[in-house]
């Protein structure tokens, strides 16, 4: 496969156990933000999104929270299988003059332990 | 698989050559970005054009450009390339801008030696 960077953190989790990613966010006005996945020689692929008026939006398997005071944003995945092994992006969104641009976190590599 | 497709998949190219990436969106999306993954940079926001016309810039060079026709593809071009644009592109499409999900295609992986 691909690497998609060289110095992404890692974290390695078990198969089975619930997996936490975290992410700063650097625009205060940003109001929505976005969890993508990405595996090897693929491209991202949406996760869960959530809009700065919430601070919790859950999926299947997924949960997604916002802290707006810290700008903080994490992704938890619980009972994390062999094919939630990937690499995964936070992005957030900000508008200005009508555009609005997607400006995404460096990533975290979960490895999952079969 | 996301619906937006991109072609080449690969291409290999000397420094100083210009190279055409295509795109097609999915079916009635408005919305396509580019976006350009290198090893050191992440994922960066190039262009984006909504229903022809171009409405967002982000880290695009002055020797990149883009347009998006009006059966909604759109196309970017790199020119006098350096070995510094070896990278993967991807482009991603969405039913409008702004808030709302962008799908993203499989990349074009670029080889400037």
């Known amino acids: 496969g691909e690497s998609v960077g060289l110095h992404l953190p890692t974290l390695s989790v078990q198969e089975g156990d619930n997996s936490i990613i975290n992410c700063a966010y650097s625009n205060s006005a940003s109001d929505y933000f976005i969890w993508y996945k990405q595996e090897s020689g693929k491209g991202p692929q949406f996760i869960i999104d959530i809009r700065s008026n919430m601070d919790k939006r859950q999926g299947q398997r997924v949960t997604v929270l916002l802290n707006k005071t810290v700008k903080h944003l994490s992704l938890q995945i619980a009972a994390t299988q062999p094919g939630d092994s990937a690499v995964y992006f936070c992005a957030e969104e900000h508008s200005g003059a009508g555009s609005y641009q997607l400006t995404f976190g460096k990533g975290t590599k979960l490895s999952v332990i079969p | 698989d996301s619906g937006v497709t991109q072609t080449p998949k690969h291409l290999i190219t000397a420094t100083g050559q210009r190279v055409t990436l295509r795109c097609s969106p999915r079916s009635g999306d408005l919305s396509v970005y580019w976006y350009q993954q290198s090893l050191d940079q992440g994922l960066q926001f190039l262009i984006q054009?909504?229903?022809?016309?171009?409405?967002a810039k982000g880290n695009i060079l002055e020797r990149f450009s883009a347009q998006q026709f009006p059966d909604l593809h759109s196309e970017l071009n790199l020119s006098s390339l350096e070995l510094g644009d070896s990278a993967l592109y991807f482009c991603?499409?969405?039913?409008?801008?702004?808030?709302?999900?962008?799908?993203f295609g499989p990349g074009t992986r670029l080889t400037v030696l």
């Open positions: 991603a499409s969405s039913a409008r801008t702004g808030n709302n999900e962008q799908f």
């Open positions: 054009y909504y229903n022809g016309e171009e409405r």
